[in-house]
């Protein structure tokens, strides 16, 4: 036998070392051995980034330099932005939420302000979402004629780019062309320019958001209420039980697990919320962490600073998502 024969015996040994000793494993190693490149694609992809601004958060602003950042800073960018005393750009220092938003008292500091803001859109919006879309999904889960066409009619608001959902929302409460302004005014919900108020621009942002991402909520929690067993709601008419009990005992349990998935994804993407805000109202007048985060890069250059806010928001994210992951697993269990 040759040289070069034997080393490729060798070598082919060598591979296949590994390989058989993965036969030997439990499932579950083998499962977690498999998931190792997607672990490690997953972790440049989302994790790099996420430390990366936190290091960015940790130095200084440098607005003269071509290089944004200055020296090593440590925790001082979070000191400021906590008491009150970073320098944001100017717009949103006048921004006088005081008035327009309850629990919110003048010098209260501008993170805490556009965290308030944050926070209650996510928790309101979220809401709504959940029961407009879960009545959306009952509906469309029963077997009725033209189904097809609320199916439709149910999608085509999410189906619609962000710009032109906001500029659809922006026109109706435009103070000078738009006739949802007037019937507003006439109930006296608002006032005589809404886009310039906080409070009714708010109003404004929430109710697109909602109208539009409904149907997201409505898609997933359909597919919940379709993995439910007929033959249990069978049953439980024979048993004698209430279509209240029906949905309390049978329907809800099941579809616990893809509303809380639901929930997830929208609370995430609803504290992220930026681009509708800024083409409806302005991040002038709703103020979220997401737009503090792009003024202060785009309107002082002050990237250490906006990083320091985008890493706050990631926290808040991240305390969100063990919520709703223990309300998950706490769901399933029930389930089980």
């Known amino acids: 036998m040759s040289t070069d024969t034997q080393n490729d015996g060798d070598s082919g040994r060598l591979v296949m070392r590994p390989l058989n000793r993965l036969e030997t494993v439990s499932e579950q190693v083998y499962a977690y051995v498999l998931l190792i490149p997607a672990a490690i694609l997953l972790g440049f992809i989302a994790f790099?980034?996420?430390l990366n601004t936190l290091w960015f958060s940790l130095l200084g602003d440098d607005v003269f330099s071509p290089d944004p950042?200055?020296?090593?800073?440590?925790?001082?960018?979070?000191?400021?932005?906590?008491?009150?005393?970073?320098?944001?750009?100017?717009?949103?220092l006048d921004v006088g939420l005081s008035g327009s938003?309850?629990?919110?008292?003048?010098?209260?500091?501008?993170?805490?302000?556009?965290?308030?803001?944050?926070?209650?859109?996510?928790?309101?919006?979220?809401?709504?979402?959940?029961?407009?879309?879960?009545?959306?999904?009952?509906?469309?889960?029963?077997?009725?004629?033209?189904?097809?066409?609320?199916?439709?009619?149910?999608?085509?608001?999410?189906?619609?780019?962000?710009v032109i959902q906001a500029m659809i929302f922006y026109l109706m409460f435009n103070p000078t062309?738009?006739?949802?302004?007037?019937?507003?005014?006439?109930?006296?919900?608002?006032?005589?320019?809404?886009?310039?108020?906080?409070?009714?621009?708010?109003?404004?942002?929430l109710v697109a958001d909602i109208w539009?991402?409904?149907?997201?909520?409505?898609?997933?929690?359909?597919?919940?209420?379709?993995?439910?067993?007929?033959?249990?709601?069978?049953?439980?008419?024979?048993?004698?039980?209430?279509?209240?009990?029906?949905f309390k005992y049978i329907t809800f349990p099941i579809v616990l697990p893809a509303l809380l998935v639901a929930m997830l994804f929208r609370t995430m993407d609803a504290m992220r919320i930026y681009g509708l805000v800024d083409a409806t109202a302005g991040c002038e007048q709703v103020p979220s962490m997401t737009c503090l985060v792009i003024t202060a890069l785009q309107g002082s250059r002050r990237w250490a600073t906006a990083s320091a806010?985008?890493?706050l928001t990631a926290i808040v994210i991240g305390l969100l998502v063990i919520v709703y992951l223990i309300g998950l697993r706490g769901s399933e269990g029930g389930v089980a």
């Open 212 to 246: 539009k991402t409904s149907a997201f909520m409505a898609l997933l929690i359909l597919a919940g209420l379709q993995s439910v067993d007929r033959s249990l709601y069978d049953v439980a008419k024979v048993s004698g039980a209430s279509p209240w009990q029906q």
């Open 69 to 92: 950042f200055g020296e090593f800073n440590g925790f001082g960018n979070y000191a400021d932005l906590l008491a009150g005393e970073a320098q944001l750009p100017q717009q949103f």
């Open 309 to 311: 806010v985008a890493f």
């Open 48 to 50: 790099y980034p996420l």
């Open 101 to 162: 938003f309850p629990f919110i008292e003048m010098g209260t500091p501008f993170l805490q302000q556009a965290l308030f803001v944050t926070l209650a859109f996510a928790i309101i919006s979220v809401l709504f979402e959940t029961l407009i879309g879960f009545g959306q999904a009952y509906v469309i889960d029963q077997d009725f004629r033209g189904r097809r066409w609320v199916r439709v009619a149910i999608i085509i608001p999410y189906a619609l780019p962000i």
């Open 177 to 205: 062309i738009g006739w949802a302004t007037d019937l507003m005014q006439a109930i006296g919900v608002f006032g005589d320019n809404p886009l310039a108020s906080s409070r009714d621009s708010f109003f404004i942002v």
